[in-house]
């Protein structure tokens, strides 16, 4: 078995309730105990998403007990500027922590409420762990980090936002962009400076769940690619053994 496209857009469609997960993926978020009690994410909306991810690593052979996906199996990190951040997905193998993620998601009807919020909370979880790493908190492989990301699709995320006339003009590359822009440039950002080892971005709807990629760089195919590169290279050194 693989992690399919197919895999991705019903899990894009749970996500929203739209349809119920596939009778193999119940089994992998069995596995992995994701839709447990104790469960990370409120309203366990990224349940799917986590199994998802998981099925990656199950089926390259990791043991269902180094897949974390609830809070009741530790997803804390440690950090350089605070003690330990908590992650929602993290495979962490014979003291390797051989991939983490962020997932998380921006909804209407007033998308600027959070928008300044998840970009601070990604590029600090990235540079709190990246530090970490130099202080050698992480001494065997160098980690890998993954942001998975669902812009709710509507007509406020899609329309132009303006930006306020501060002490200093912005990045002429703002102007004229809508949330949905915004956000596909900042995740471009994220990978430029290898904040994050990959990143997908996806937009959708309870509507019209199919996720869209508005940029190519970000979708659902290079993503994959990269967590199989990820697992291809540890492979290679003999993890898991």
């Given at each position: 078995m693989?992690?399919?496209?197919?895999?991705f857009?019903?899990?894009?469609a749970?996500?929203?309730?739209?349809k119920?997960?596939?009778?193999?993926?119940?089994?992998?978020?069995?596995?992995v105990?994701?839709?447990?009690?104790?469960?990370?994410?409120g309203?366990?909306?990224?349940?799917?998403?986590?199994?998802?991810?998981?099925?990656?690593?199950l089926?390259?052979?990791?043991?269902?007990?180094?897949?974390r996906?609830?809070?009741s199996?530790?997803?804390e990190?440690p950090?350089?500027?605070?003690?330990?951040?908590?992650?929602?997905v993290?495979v962490?193998?014979?003291?390797?922590?051989?991939a983490a993620?962020?997932?998380?998601?921006l909804?209407?009807?007033?998308?600027?409420?959070n928008?300044?919020?998840?970009?601070?909370?990604?590029?600090?979880?990235?540079v709190?762990?990246r530090?970490?790493v130099?202080?050698?908190?992480?001494p065997?492989?160098?980690p890998w980090?993954?942001?998975f990301?669902i812009?709710?699709?509507?007509?406020?995320?899609?329309?132009?936002v303006?930006?306020a006339k501060?002490?200093?003009?912005?990045d002429?590359?703002?102007?004229?962009?809508?949330y949905?822009?915004?956000?596909?440039?900042?995740c471009e950002?994220?990978m430029?400076?290898q904040?994050y080892d990959?990143?997908?971005?996806v937009t959708?709807?309870?509507?019209?769940?199919?996720?869209?990629?508005?940029?190519?760089?970000?979708?659902?195919?290079?993503?994959?690619?990269?967590?199989?590169?990820?697992?291809?290279?540890?492979?290679?050194?003999?993890?898991?053994?």
């Open positions: 693989t992690v399919t496209r197919q895999d857009e019903d899990a894009i749970a996500y929203w309730g739209a119920q997960l596939q009778n193999e993926q119940s089994v992998i978020r069995d596995a105990g994701a839709g447990t009690a104790g469960s990370v994410r309203g366990k909306h990224f349940d799917v998403i986590a199994a998802l991810l998981a099925k990656f690593f089926e390259a052979g990791y043991p269902a007990e180094s897949i996906v609830t809070k199996q530790g997803l990190l950090g350089y500027y605070r003690p330990q951040k908590q992650w929602d993290v962490v193998h014979e003291n390797v922590l051989v993620f962020e997932l998380k998601a909804g209407g009807p007033s998308y600027g409420n928008y300044n919020n998840r970009v601070e909370e990604a590029v600090g979880s990235a709190d762990l530090r970490a130099l202080a050698e908190l992480y065997k492989e160098k980090l993954g942001y990301f812009m709710q699709d509507g007509e406020r995320s899609r329309k132009p303006k930006t501060g002490a200093l003009p912005v002429d590359i703002w102007h004229g962009t809508s949905q822009d915004r956000f596909g440039i900042f950002r994220l430029t400076e904040l990959a990143a997908c971005y959708s709807s309870a509507e019209d769940p199919k996720p869209i990629e508005l940029v190519e760089s970000l979708d659902w195919r290079h993503f994959s690619a990269a967590i199989n590169a990820r697992l291809t290279y540890l492979k290679d050194l003999g993890i898991p053994g």
